[in-house]
């Protein structure tokens, strides 16, 4: 699939991945992730190289995970060393694809590239996520049928918010609001602003809760700042007309997408709010709201877009290009020119399933 | 897919259509239909250009159509007039597909090839379906996942009905009976005739409930008539012997099949009697009888032959040809030859699909 | 699809048929079994040469099949003999393939061939199948999601009983106990035994309930045996340390695998027990288990390494090959030779699905 590959990209949050093995497909390739005794994540290919058992269907026994076919059994390298039938011989060669897996930051990261190059310097931080004193996260995941890159265009988008979350997540003002796009390094940030406006169903709510009553206008901006491969770093905020920023309420939240197949993604978001830090209900309400948002409303629409495209290429389908998509366009080119640039570099990539082995 | 472009087709019957936006697949493409605040009936192309958000999702504004996902607004003709983000610019070229409806006679009709070759003139007529004081229509729709020839061929096939339909619409005598088929201008019309025969139970029902107490044998008659494309007008009588067609029972039916994709058809039906046209529970009691011939015995049968197929050409399977498929058979062929005259007409037909757009 | 056509396959048990006509598709065709009046099974293909009606949802009369849509009789060689509809006539060349069947040893089998090679010496036979003063059987079926030569591997294996079995028919012993395999004649034999070691758990069940109490300990063996195209004798048994296999209790076994599709294989198995012969709540106890082991364990397993493979050839995977392999790679080879040996005697097979008439 067309996709970067030497790159980190989430592979879950730390607490989706127990002693019990669990399955996830990444950049199409079947992967199976554990914890060893000591905690430690480990990512092999889910498939065994013997009769091609699935890997995650078997157990975890000491720090190495046993097929549940023959009983094979692959250590954190993937190797395979035990075989418990006969004469116990296993080639040398027996094994399966091992990946870089690192926890950071709150997040457990995989690179799927040529494992020399994975460097976790260049692991992307998001500090609120490991800030509690400031920030209390809440998280979620959704497996979405659709292109990782209609992720990312919805995620960055400000305009939809109006029509397909009125109701819920849109504060109408802001499409007459100030709008500004740009880079920084790698990056690139698109930014929104409008001052004395209506605030989100979802922002009223929160104000009156946090602050008590109020006039019902505030100031509100988002900005939405994009890092490769498929990272989306936002905050919301909002706050009485002409205080600055750090005055009101605000979300600070990250959206990483994972491509799952070139038809379906993993999305893994978190909503980090800056108030109510102890209050385990307003966890609860927010949850509620955000997953009609998210699952209702985005999730719905993604889906049936990824459908109407039926396997064309976006730009082949000649969108209209407006003026709200300058963001995301921006960051569909820099994404196209990370896969051109890998394709490049090897006019055959390594070939990372590796099922050859030596007769024993 | 192999089915005539430049030709009328039913989209529906008059109450399937609101303001609130449908969708229905039609020849592939898909399309949204809603009506305009005066209750004109509008059929676009159901994608948007710009993010390809299915319309049919969207909420009719006036007489716009609002895309769901980032409220572009639609006119009549296909036009987006309105973008409520931003400079609110769109491009006068974007625009989605708008296709010629008409409502008349009773039924909607929709024109999927050239629009300048769109005639309202050469429209079908049903009289006996907007004839209140003599035919009293009851009206069905069924989405059948079969080629839209099968349908035609069942539809215009008499034989079946002995067997398919042993125990409700079969008048047995009607094998034997009189067999005739002919051309009338481009229709083509199968009659049968068959004297003092035990009739189907449901005309069995239908003469003790209008006429009382008889004999149990009827003159019986049934005449199917094909228009182009896929439009077939049908009547079944039975009267006392000897006597005229006049003054037996008839129902009056018409059958409108529109091709969906290669692999599905809508199917629009009106069974219209002649004979008590006041009662109310006379139309429950015979749409239990047709709901039954219909979806237990035709749909199945229909779906279980096009599964059989597989995706082969039917005269590649060098089907058996019996004296009672004459009928059949023609109207196949005068299908095929529509087909590949639009085809000589133009090498490169016109591609009605435009999402091209100039960038904002 | 790969797989052998001139040789004898299982069709099914024979209590599968009956007068009322069963479907089922062998080598990817589709077939309809009915029994005549006298009980003689007939195997014709399932799709009406007129217009392509499933037979199975037909009625049989008389010895012949009748087609459910317009009710074209078929006799038992194939032919059609009889169309109820105006002059009743039909193509002598109006007929659809029919296949031998033959009734022997317990079992329906069927040619899929050459008609002109079924010789019916060359059935193999399983006395324990028929020979119910010495052994009684409890049959079963399954239609399994994965390719034949997944199960027959699956079948002779016995390392993967330790493993995937465990709790149910592994014999932990038997992992270390004495492999051979070997030939006799075209057939392909894997024997495998272990003295005192402990039994399955449904082995220890059953000494218990014929035998008594024991010190737990038995010797044990097991030998399966290869007989083309994929079919499986094989043999479990176990008894007191140094005594001879007569002794002890058995289970004769036989694993029938028919081809449907690429993708899925009829799975017929038959365990016959030399002991408690008049036991039918044995029956049911033991059918307990072994459902639970066949759908729960070996289904599941089958159809997730089918999945996997998703329709790469297996040797192209390289797997991994291990000392208890060797008797599947034999026979995985030998089936392929049996393949390639078909497809040089004719370089264009013998197209069996004939649907050509001549028009009448």
């Given amino acids: 699939m067309k996709a970067p590959r030497n790159t980190w990209y989430a592979a879950g949050w730390p607490s989706d991945f127990t002693a019990a093995p669990t399955q996830r497909t990444i950049l199409e390739e079947p992967l199976v992730f554990f914890r060893t005794s000591v905690g430690k994540l480990v ?18 026994i000491g720090d190495t995970l046993e097929c549940p076919y023959h009983g094979l059994r692959y250590n954190t390298s993937g190797v395979c060393v035990f075989n ?35 460097d976790e310097a260049k692991i992307v931080d998001f500090p609120f996520l490991h800030s509690p004193d400031t920030y209390r996260p809440l998280k979620g995941y959704l497996h979405v049928r659709a292109n990782y890159h209609l992720l990312i265009d919805n995620l960055v988008d ?14 109408p003002g802001l499409a007459k609001g100030h709008h500004e796009v740009g880079r920084d390094g ?25 602050r008590g009553d109020y006039t019902g206008l505030l100031d509100h901006w988002t900005e939405a700042r994009w890092d490769a491969p498929t990272l989306i770093s936002q905050v919301t905020g909002s706050q009485v007309h002409g205080e600055p920023h750090e005055t009101g309420l605000q979300t600070r939240n990250c959206h990483l997408v994972t ?42 629409m993604l889906e049936a877009v990824h459908r109407n495209l039926n396997g064309r290429d976006f730009w ?28 490049q570099s090897s006019a055959e990539p390594a070939k990372r399933i590796d099922t050859s082995q030596v007769p024993s």
């Fill in 316 to 343: 082949d389908m000649k969108p209209a290009l407006l003026k709200g998509d300058s963001g995301t366009v921006l960051i569909r080119r820099a994404i196209d020119r990370l896969v051109a640039a890998e394709n």
């Fill in 158 to 171: 400000v305009a939809h918010g109006l029509i397909l979350h009125a109701g819920t997540l849109s504060t």
């Fill in 43 to 60: 990512a092999l290919h889910n498939i065994c190289t013997h009769r091609f058992a699935p890997l995650h269907m078997g157990k975890v």
């Fill in 186 to 210: 790698d990056g690139i940030w698109v930014k929104r602003s409008a001052d004395e406006c209506v605030p989100s169903p979802v922002f009223d709510m929160l104000w009156r809760r946090v």
């Fill in 259 to 300: 491509p799952a197949t070139e038809h379906s993604s993993h999305y893994f978001w978190a909503i980090c709010r800056n108030f109510l830090l102890d209050d385990d209900r307003l966890d609860d309400d927010m949850r509620v709201g955000i997953d009609y948002a998210f699952i209702e409303q985005d999730e719905k």
């Fill in 84 to 118: 418990p039938d006969l004469d116990g011989q296993v080639s040398p060669r027996s094994r399966v694809n091992s990946y870089p897996v690192v926890e950071k930051g709150g997040v457990c990261w995989i690179w799927m590239g040529d494992p020399a190059e994975a």
